[in-house]
């Protein structure tokens, strides 16, 4: 085999809470996850040498995207086409883990907005590590692709689908899963009764370790278990009044246009508004995929142009 394509999922953090800071600088957090369908597309190739090349575009392109969010700094765009490109690492830290000295190229074509809290670096890298296994015949369960994935970043994990089982380590992206950890020890949650999310990126990127340095740790954090029986229960609107993340407040701090996006949200009827992960971008739940539509239209009229509307991954994962 020469060349391997896969579609990089994007995820939502329903749930967000802060245990405890650690020596190491991270945090301990519980964060439940679902992956939704807005995707990259990643395709590695193999090549004749032992370089490792990586090609990053917007999709629709850079100068669509510019148009379409008046103000934003340009270096948000600016995706790392060399080394320090999380694909590139993924690649290269595999094949040292394997032994081989192969070489690669790589093109993302990017949908997911970047610095936006929806885990696209982490999820490109997901993939470049299954794409290389499989040009390099590791399998797919190998528990190296867990150990590198998990130097690699603390979302990693989840989109290598490394939720343990019985059998060993599932191949394919998780769907939903509580994290644990600083979010690389998971645990697979049912998924049911989910309505579509509406999702808006602000026109501004926020840096998850500048987030991360303004939180608090809460002297009593909340528990995640009425928002996973809620999902256990199907029950969309009960769902939605359980959403929480700590880090909204340094997100709010940092930037004005959290609030500004969670304000227009709220009028549109959406349900449980809130910041994916360190943000910027926000999501609530629709009533119905026609609420869903509508709703995204009426956030790029007032100005939020890059919103768009996701479902949780299906079943079975289309992605292999
Ligand atoms: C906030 C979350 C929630 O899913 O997602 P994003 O907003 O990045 O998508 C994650 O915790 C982001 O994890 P990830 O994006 O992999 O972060 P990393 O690159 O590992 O870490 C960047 C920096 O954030 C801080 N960090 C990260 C994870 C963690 N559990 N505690 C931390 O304090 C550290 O200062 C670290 O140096
Ligand atoms: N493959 C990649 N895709 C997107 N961004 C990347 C990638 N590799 C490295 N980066 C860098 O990581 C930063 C944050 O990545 P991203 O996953 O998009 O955001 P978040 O951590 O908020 O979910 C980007 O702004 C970019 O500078």
New binding site residues.
């Given amino acids: 085999m020469q060349a391997v394509t896969t579609y990089s999922p994007?995820?939502l953090n329903l749930f967000l809470e802060l245990h405890a800071r650690r020596d190491d600088g991270y945090h301990e957090l519980e964060t439940v996850m679902v992956a939704v369908n807005r995707y990259?597309r990643v395709e590695v190739r193999r090549r004749e040498d032992s370089k490792i090349r990586?090609v990053?575009r917007w999709a629709p392109s850079m100068a669509v995207w510019q148009q379409r969010l008046p103000g934003l700094d340009a270096?948000?765009l600016?995706?790392?086409q060399g080394a320090?490109?999380?694909?590139?690492?993924a690649a290269d830290r595999l094949r040292e883990a394997i032994g081989s000295d192969c070489g690669f190229d790589i093109q993302?074509e990017?949908t997911?907005?970047?610095?936006?809290?929806?885990?696209?670096?982490?999820?490109?890298?997901a993939s470049v590590l299954r794409a290389v296994a499989r040009l390099c015949d590791v399998p797919l369960h190998d528990p190296l692709l867990w150990s590198v994935g998990a130097q690699l970043?603390s979302?990693v994990p989840f989109f290598l689908g490394a939720t343990r089982t019985p059998a060993g380590l599932p191949a394919s992206p998780s769907r939903a899963a509580l994290a644990t950890g600083r979010g690389e020890q998971l645990r697979a949650i049912e998924l049911s009764g989910m309505n579509p999310f509406v999702v808006a990126f602000p026109p501004q990127?926020?840096?998850?370790a500048a987030v991360y340095a303004a939180c608090q740790v809460p002297p009593e954090p909340q528990a995640s278990e009425p928002l996973r029986a809620a999902m256990a229960a199907g029950d969309a609107g009960l769902m939605t009044q359980h959403f929480f993340n700590r880090l909204a407040a340094p997100a709010r701090q940092l930037s004005p246009w959290i609030d500004r996006l969670l304000a227009a949200m709220r009028a549109l009827d959406l349900n449980g508004c809130q910041l994916?992960?360190?943000?910027?971008?926000c999501f609530a739940m629709a009533r119905s995929k026609r609420h869903a539509i509508r709703s995204v239209s009426r956030l790029a009229a007032r100005g939020f142009q890059v919103s768009f509307f996701v479902s949780p991954l299906p079943l079975p994962s289309p992605l292999q």
């Fill in positions: 994007a995820k990259d990586v990053a270096s948000v600016q995706i790392p320090g490109n999380l694909a590139y690492q993302l990017k997911i907005p970047a610095g936006a809290g929806m885990g696209g670096a982490s999820s490109n890298a970043g979302d990127s926020l840096s998850t994916t992960g360190s943000g910027s971008a």
